[in-house]
């Protein structure tokens, strides 16, 4: 059973331009519990991530976060020329764990130890993908923001994903799935939809989709 809230949000507004994309946004996310959002795109799920994420000041409303944060987002944020193992160890350094026994659980995880001596101009866009879900992941956040996490994804890596997302909600972890595309929505406690700037609690279908 989930736990208290580890992020929760009230009343958020946000515009670009005078145009309002979300439009007074609520949301809770507790701890051991995995909630799926999905949203066509221009929806706002990318400008919602950052808020939740504190990468972007809402115009009004309030976001409080505990615990440690992980952050996916649709855009990888590596560097063409370093390797996969470079990149473990600058954010080793940047999150101040003392050992990468996690970061290397999860490549095995999810069947990428054989590339971390492999340069990332040298991957493909899945793996790119995995490698930063792996940097996301290898702190041991309690709430996890992920942003089109299986984009590129084959069958074998989406179905890993979703086994590593339910292990993360059993060790107690607060996880967040933004999507424009929700299959195996069985998976999720619950999911909502982005419509309109307002988050609505979807009916439980086997698919959602959205035009993008």
Not at 25 to 50: F, Y
Request: glycine fraction near 10%.
């Amino acid at each position: 059973m989930a736990g208290g809230p580890v992020l929760r949000m009230r009343g958020v507004f946000k515009s670009y331009r005078n145009r309002p994309v979300l439009r007074g946004m609520s949301l809770d996310l507790h701890a051991g519990q995995l909630v799926g959002i999905v949203g066509e795109n221009g929806a706002g799920k990318s400008t919602l991530l950052r808020i939740l994420a504190g990468d972007l000041t809402a115009d009004s409303g309030v976001v409080e976060r505990s615990g440690r944060l992980g952050c996916c987002p649709q855009e990888t944020v590596l560097h063409q020329a370093f390797t996969v193992e470079q990149h473990l160890q600058f954010f080793q350094a940047a999150y101040g764990i003392s050992r990468l026994s996690r970061a290397y659980e999860l490549l095995e995880e999810l069947n990428f130890s054989g590339y971390r001596y492999e340069r990332v101009e040298t991957l493909s866009g899945g793996t790119r993908q995995k490698l930063n879900l792996v940097l996301a992941l290898m702190h041991d956040p309690q709430v996890l923001l992920l942003d089109e996490p299986y984009q590129g994804f084959d069958w074998e890596t989406y179905l890993r994903f979703w086994d590593l997302a339910a292990a993360l909600r059993d060790r107690g972890c607060a996880v967040l799935v933004v999507s424009h595309l929700a299959y195996d929505v069985s998976r999720l406690d619950i999911l909502y939809r982005l419509d309109g700037g307002v988050l609505r609690e979807a009916e439980r279908t086997d698919t959602i989709a959205v035009a993008s």
